[in-house]
């Protein structure tokens, strides 16, 4: 398959938790991104992270990125259940042959309660 | 307009019938995507346009699956002779021309069911 792995699968956490999805890839990349899908519908652009960056923050968010172990994390602090959603991450290749397509993850299924 | 829309939101089909599928991406974006998601495969990618260059075809399923993209704005995603497996959400996004390190904002998708 060309898509890397996430997991967990599904996340279930109390509002006010923190919630970490992690995301495994299999080839060398230019950038990883993570999106949201609320409802099987459209993504949201969450973050972008450059394979020569270790650490990014956004808001609540935070990512990291291992590329020795082609790996990366999404944390999300105090979480809300309106961040109840699906969560994907998405490598562009660095042979993608400059198209930036999106090579996905088969993402997270987050639930918060309140 | 203010986003990447797409029409229709639902279309419902017999198996064996052609369908299009419409995609207007954000004004200026050069790049456009269509992806589709579907529950045994996740998100794939199926073609690229970049302002007037040959598209990128790498991703499309069989010869059943064609797409264009006039005037470097609308696109349409055509599939020929429907099959049950072809049922999925059709997600188009577009993006500025630095692609590599832009993100890309997503339509609302086309939810495509075969019958």
């Known amino acids: 398959s060309q898509q890397g792995e996430e997991d967990p699968q599904a996340l279930s956490i109390q509002e006010g938790e923190n919630a970490t999805m992690n995301c495994s890839y299999k080839t060398s990349i230019n950038n990883l991104q993570w999106y949201r899908q609320n409802s099987g519908r459209g993504l949201v652009h969450l973050i972008l992270i450059r394979s020569n960056e270790r650490e990014k923050h956004s808001g609540r968010l935070r990512v990291t990125l291992d590329t020795s172990k082609k790996s990366s994390s999404l944390l999300i602090t105090a979480s809300r259940a309106a961040d109840t959603a699906s969560y994907f991450c998405?490598?562009?290749?660095?042979?993608?042959?400059?198209?930036?397509?999106?090579?996905f993850g088969q993402g997270t299924t987050l639930q918060v309660k309140p | 307009g203010a986003g990447v829309s797409q029409s229709p939101s639902n279309k419902v089909t017999e198996k064996g019938k052609d369908v299009e599928l419409r995609c207007d991406p954000i004004s200026g974006h050069t790049a456009l995507y269509w992806y589709r998601q579907s529950l045994g495969q996740g998100l794939e990618f199926l073609i690229y346009f970049q302002g007037n260059s040959a598209p990128d075809k790498s991703g499309l399923p069989s010869d059943r699956f064609s797409a264009e993209r006039t005037g470097g704005s609308v696109s349409t995603l055509t599939i020929q002779r429907t099959q049950q497996e072809d049922s999925a959400v059709y997600l188009c996004a577009s993006s500025s021309p630095d692609v590599t390190y832009n993100e890309q904002f997503f339509g609302p998708g086309t939810r495509l069911t075969v019958l």
């Open positions: 998405a490598t562009v290749r660095t042979r993608s042959g400059n198209t930036g397509k999106l090579i």
